[in-house]
């Protein structure tokens, strides 16, 4: 167990949406080891408007509402005033696109802010003065930076010492290697005339090895070529 968790604080207008991501599974056991902290504030508790509302016309006219820079700065600071944050990091998919380096990297921080987008984005301002790093998970737009909040958490709480049972399991993940993972079997050894390959069930552990790294290799190289490049 680490001496003090990591913490991740996360800002979003549906805190709701959240909760239940983090009430389960793994996430669940990395919070109740000790692992990690994950706390969810809701933006409308941070409002000055009377009617608790965060969002506005956009200035120039035009479609959809603008997130507000009052309630998210007044959140941010009051963070602020209680711990130093390694990033703020705003989900956006104009931001940089998520993978396996930037979540190893962002693991061995201590505490993290992310901010959920939501309707149009956020006042630019927000980004100017708060966000140290903009994560896209794909070239597609969500409805919400919420679940690109989740994607983003779950590939790091994952990687914290500790979290999953097999302290190994998460360096043979794909893209640990720039190599996608091997193919995977278990029990039966053999469905509907379809055989494991001989060498799983040969206890010979250096063959199997080196069977693993010529699948995971083969399998890069035809479906994500791209990776070998790197
Ligand atoms: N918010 C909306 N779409 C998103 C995406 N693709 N990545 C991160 N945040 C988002």
Redo the contacts with the bound molecule.
């Keep these: 167990m680490n001496s003090i968790p990591m913490r991740i604080d996360i800002i979003t207008c549906l805190p709701k949406l959240l909760e239940s991501f983090f009430a389960h599974s793994i996430l669940q056991r990395a919070q109740q080891g000790g692992y990690v902290d994950v706390v969810v504030h809701d933006l409308r508790d941070y409002t000055a408007d009377k009617h608790r509302r965060v969002d506005d016309y956009p200035f120039g006219g035009g479609a959809g509402m603008v997130m507000q820079i009052q309630p998210i700065a007044t959140c941010i600071r009051a963070l602020q005033a209680e711990r130093t944050y390694d990033e703020i990091i705003y989900?956006?998919?104009d931001?940089e696109r998520?993978n396996q380096k930037t979540t190893n990297s962002l693991s061995l921080r201590q505490n993290l802010i992310i901010l959920?987008?939501h309707y149009k984005g956020v006042d630019e301002r927000v980004r100017e003065l708060f966000i140290t790093k903009e994560?896209?998970?794909?070239?597609?737009?969500?409805?919400?930076?919420e679940?690109?909040?989740c994607v983003l958490s779950d590939a790091i709480i994952r990687l914290l010492p500790g979290v999953l049972n097999d302290e190994t399991s998460a360096l043979t993940d794909s893209f640990q290697d720039n190599l996608l993972a091997p193919p995977v079997y278990t029990r039966p050894a053999e469905f509907e005339g379809l055989r494991v390959p001989d060498i799983l069930l040969s206890g010979h552990e250096a063959k199997i090895d080196e069977w693993r790294y010529e699948q995971a290799l083969t399998r890069t190289r035809t479906r994500r070529p791209d990776l070998l490049e790197e």
């Design positions: 989900m956006t998919p931001g998520l959920c987008g994560i896209s998970i794909g070239d597609y737009v969500l409805s919400g930076g679940l690109a909040a």
